[in-house]
């Protein structure tokens, strides 16, 4: 019999394959579940959780119920099972050997390896995935996917369809198949319905193969509105008054992935009209934003930050952003573009509002320069979220948070919140991200520490005295307003 396709969306392929399970009927308020184990009652508790139906068990044999997992469920990892009997590779092969290049081509355009790469692109964009990982072992091909900053294992490959796969992704980048000695970077455009995402490609060889990330540039998914990256309301308007000043610098700081381009974009979006006229130098230009002039870096040919920037000031802009200040050279000039009048916003790493300080010192960028220069500096991080579809409440005491940094407020008991999982957040308890931000406003009292050459650590104190709240502060603040968890915020915090 033909199991309703309403009644197999009520419990997802994962927990079907992990329990053994599968949906069969629904009457009313409940749902005929087939099991191998009637008494596996966590089974039986996690789909009822999840549908919120009553589950009656009905008995089946195991290869009964994986039979019917199989021929009712189609995912992503179906496709790419079925396909992996059609499909006819080149044998591996030393990649310092000779490259049949028709070969490599024609097992690149085979039709079942045209529908894995798709099937495995269009579940990333299902799944909010923000990087691609093609990994290359001794014995296998894995894919993993980059969800909410977590890279999460989805499909182990046999190694034989590595050259077949790489290879497609390469042509659909438009680049050279033939090349598997030297790392590649490439660009591939994807429709999906109405949707057109982008996705930046990396190819490199490794020990065993090649290796490709790709970062996925879904504009849909880009809001670039100030108000809306989660800001505290003091935080806000500290920022909204920095970008509207003429000239100084603005930066941001953060690790990789900590969503600094997002904050960059949305505040020289907030900037972009008519009358003003905004340059970015960028390594390499994520968004394509309208009514912005966009230079992507090509050290090939000398186009680095550096020769840019100085160009940049014989182009009469009034905002100039720099994807990132890596050197003493480019932070030189972009402090001078500052104090002629200029308004710079640029990112760079360091843990901490106050630290960037010292950074900036280190590269050899005068006192003198770095205090009437910087305006703002903006350290954030992003943490994922307790899934608001099955998160719960429980109850711990205050001081159960001091050990997080927390200063007790005489709140006794404090309701907390964590995901259970479910199918929204595939059973992780998280789902999505929200920033934590903390800003430091150059005042003149810590111009004044900066020309005397202060420990970073007498800014700090200075900074927290003015109101500087930390990142482990704001995150804490979203733990107690029930957004995410104590052990995700001393995650993303952890120096």
Same mark, same amino acid.
């Given at each position: 019999a033909t199991i309703n396709a309403d009644v197999l969306k009520l419990v997802p392929p994962r927990i079907a394959r992990k329990y053994d399970v599968i949906p069969v009927e629904r009457t009313n308020g409940s749902l005929t579940l087939a099991v191998s184990d009637p008494t596996n009652l966590p089974a039986l508790d996690d789909v009822a959780f999840m549908t919120g139906l009553r589950v009656v068990p009905a008995l089946a044999s195991p290869s009964a119920i994986r039979q019917a997992i199989v021929h009712c469920y189609k995912s992503a990892d179906d496709v790419v099972t079925e396909a992996e009997a059609e499909i006819e590779v080149l044998d591996g092969r030393e990649s310092v050997g000779p490259v049949d290049v028709m070969e490599l081509r024609a097992s690149a355009d085979q039709a079942p390896v045209v529908r894995v790469v798709n099937a495995f692109l269009l579940e990333a964009l299902r799944r909010g995935t923000s990087d691609i990982h093609l990994e290359s072992s001794e014995t296998a091909f894995r894919i993993r996917f980059r969800i909410d900053g977590v890279l999460h294992e989805v499909k182990s490959l046999p190694k034989r369809l590595e050259p077949?796969?790489?290879?497609?992704?390469?042509?659909?980048?438009?680049?050279?198949? !033939?090349?598997?000695? /030297?790392? &590649?970077?490439?660009?591939?455009?994807?429709? =999906?319905?109405?949707?057109?995402?982008?996705?930046?490609?990396?190819?490199?060889?490794?020990?065993?193969?090649?290796?490709?990330?790709? *970062?996925? +540039?879904?504009?849909? $998914?880009?809001?670039?509105?100030?108000?809306?990256?989660?800001?505290?309301? &003091?935080? /806000?308007?500290?920022?909204?008054?920095?970008?509207? @000043?003429?000239?100084? %610098?603005?930066?941001?700081?953060?690790?990789?992935? =900590?969503?600094?381009?997002?904050?960059?974009?949305?505040?020289?979006?907030? +900037?972009? =009209?008519?009358?003003?006229?905004?340059? #970015?130098?960028?390594?390499?230009?994520?968004?394509? /934003?309208?009514?912005?002039?966009?230079?992507?870096?090509?050290? !090939?040919?000398? *186009?680095?930050?550096?020769?840019?920037?100085? @160009?940049?000031?014989?182009?009469?802009?009034?905002?100039?952003?720099?994807?990132?200040?890596?050197?003493?050279?480019?932070?030189?000039? !972009?402090? *001078?573009?500052?104090?002629?009048?200029?308004?710079?916003?640029?990112?760079?790493?360091?843990?901490?509002?106050? @630290? #960037? %300080?010292?950074?900036?010192?280190?590269?050899?960028? !005068?006192?003198?320069?770095? $205090?009437?220069?910087?305006?703002?500096?903006?350290?954030?991080?992003?943490?994922?979220?307790?899934?608001?579809?099955?998160?719960?409440?429980?109850?711990?005491?205050?001081?159960?948070?001091?050990?997080?940094?927390?200063?007790p407020e005489g709140r006794g008991r404090c309701t907390l919140y964590r995901g259970r999982g479910c199918n929204a957040c595939s059973f992780t308890g998280m789902r999505g991200r929200v920033g934590l931000y903390e800003i430091m406003r150059v005042t003149p009292e810590i111009r004044g520490l900066i020309l005397a050459n202060a420990p970073t650590d007498d800014i700090r104190e200075v900074a927290r005295q003015q109101g500087m709240k930390t990142l482990r502060e704001m995150g804490l603040q979203k733990v107690l307003e029930g957004i995410t968890t104590p052990d995700e915020v001393l995650r993303v915090t952890a120096e």
């Amino acid at each position: 019999a033909t199991i309703n396709a309403d009644v197999l969306k009520l419990v997802p392929p994962r927990i079907a394959r992990k329990y053994d399970v599968i949906p069969v009927e629904r009457t009313n308020g409940s749902l005929t579940l087939a099991v191998s184990d009637p008494t596996n009652l966590p089974a039986l508790d996690d789909v009822a959780f999840m549908t919120g139906l009553r589950v009656v068990p009905a008995l089946a044999s195991p290869s009964a119920i994986r039979q019917a997992i199989v021929h009712c469920y189609k995912s992503a990892d179906d496709v790419v099972t079925e396909a992996e009997a059609e499909i006819e590779v080149l044998d591996g092969r030393e990649s310092v050997g000779p490259v049949d290049v028709m070969e490599l081509r024609a097992s690149a355009d085979q039709a079942p390896v045209v529908r894995v790469v798709n099937a495995f692109l269009l579940e990333a964009l299902r799944r909010g995935t923000s990087d691609i990982h093609l990994e290359s072992s001794e014995t296998a091909f894995r894919i993993r996917f980059r969800i909410d900053g977590v890279l999460h294992e989805v499909k182990s490959l046999p190694k034989r369809l590595e050259p077949a796969i790489v290879s497609r992704i390469k042509i659909m980048a438009n680049l050279d198949i !033939a090349e598997r000695r /030297l790392p &590649q970077d490439g660009r591939i455009k994807l429709r =999906s319905g109405a949707r057109e995402v982008d996705f930046r490609v990396n190819v490199l060889p490794m020990m065993f193969g090649e290796s490709v990330v790709m *970062r996925i +540039l879904d504009k849909d $998914a880009l809001n670039l509105d100030l108000t809306k990256l989660g800001l505290d309301p &003091q935080a /806000l308007e500290q920022l909204q008054a920095a970008t509207r @000043s003429t000239n100084g %610098v603005i930066l941001i700081t953060g690790p990789t992935g =900590s969503g600094k381009t997002t904050t960059l974009y949305s505040a020289v979006h907030s +900037l972009n =009209s008519p009358d003003v006229a905004i340059m #970015t130098v960028e390594d390499p230009v994520e968004y394509n /934003l309208a009514g912005i002039n966009q230079v992507p870096v090509n050290e !090939a040919i000398g *186009r680095t930050f550096a020769t840019v920037l100085r @160009s940049f000031l014989r182009h009469d802009p009034d905002v100039i952003l720099v994807g990132e200040i890596r050197d003493m050279e480019t932070a030189q000039i !972009a402090i *001078r573009a500052a104090l002629t009048g200029h308004l710079v916003l640029s990112t760079i790493h360091t843990n901490d509002c106050p @630290s #960037t %300080v010292a950074r900036l010192l280190d590269m050899g960028i !005068a006192p003198y320069l770095v $205090a009437p220069a910087l305006r703002l500096v903006v350290a954030q991080r992003l943490v994922r979220k307790a899934c608001p579809a099955c998160r719960e409440p429980y109850e711990v005491d205050e001081d159960a948070l001091i050990p997080y940094g927390h200063v007790p407020e005489g709140r006794g008991r404090c309701t907390l919140y964590r995901g259970r999982g479910c199918n929204a957040c595939s059973f992780t308890g998280m789902r999505g991200r929200v920033g934590l931000y903390e800003i430091m406003r150059v005042t003149p009292e810590i111009r004044g520490l900066i020309l005397a050459n202060a420990p970073t650590d007498d800014i700090r104190e200075v900074a927290r005295q003015q109101g500087m709240k930390t990142l482990r502060e704001m995150g804490l603040q979203k733990v107690l307003e029930g957004i995410t968890t104590p052990d995700e915020v001393l995650r993303v915090t952890a120096e």
